[in-house]
């Protein structure tokens, strides 16, 4: 997810960076999402339909609510030696990779890398 919410932007990164870049996104997610999840502690989930292309597959589900309520929620993955890996997340219609791409592709436009990584550890 943090290589797809970068773009092009990370091939340029050495692997070191790319270390750096995924710990941090990682906790960026957590820290933006931690409570949405705990919102949905002990909730149903109904898996509707699974797609497949190849190496890669989407999965539809439902999350049912205590309060009566439905949450749809895809994920998107590949298969990586053997174990499929989620590369996305769509909640509620909202591409967890296409929020962020086109937010850090903006920064990188203007400033740089460096400066990317910075703001990110500002809101951590």
Do not use: C, H
């Not at 750096?20 to 931690?34: A, H, K, N, P, S």
């Not at 292309?53 to 895809?74: C, H, M, P, Q, W």
């Not at 890996?85 to 086109?102: F, G, H, M, Q, T």
Request: positive net charge.
């Amino acid at each position: 997810m943090a290589k797809r919410s970068l773009g092009r932007q990370w091939r340029r990164l050495t692997p070191a960076e790319r270390d750096e870049f995924t710990r941090l996104f990682t906790d960026l997610l957590e820290r933006t999402y931690v409570s949405r999840l705990q919102s949905f502690y002990d909730e149903e989930i109904v898996f509707l339909r699974e797609r497949r292309d190849g190496d890669y597959a989407e999965i539809e589900s439902r999350i049912l609510t205590n309060k009566g309520g439905k949450v749809f929620d895809k994920y998107r993955s590949f298969l990586v030696d053997g174990e499929w890996k989620i590369y996305d997340i769509v909640a509620e219609n909202i591409s967890l990779v296409s929020n962020y791409r086109p937010q850090f592709k903006r920064i990188l436009a203007k400033s740089s890398y460096i400066e990317l990584v910075q703001r990110i550890r500002k809101k951590l």
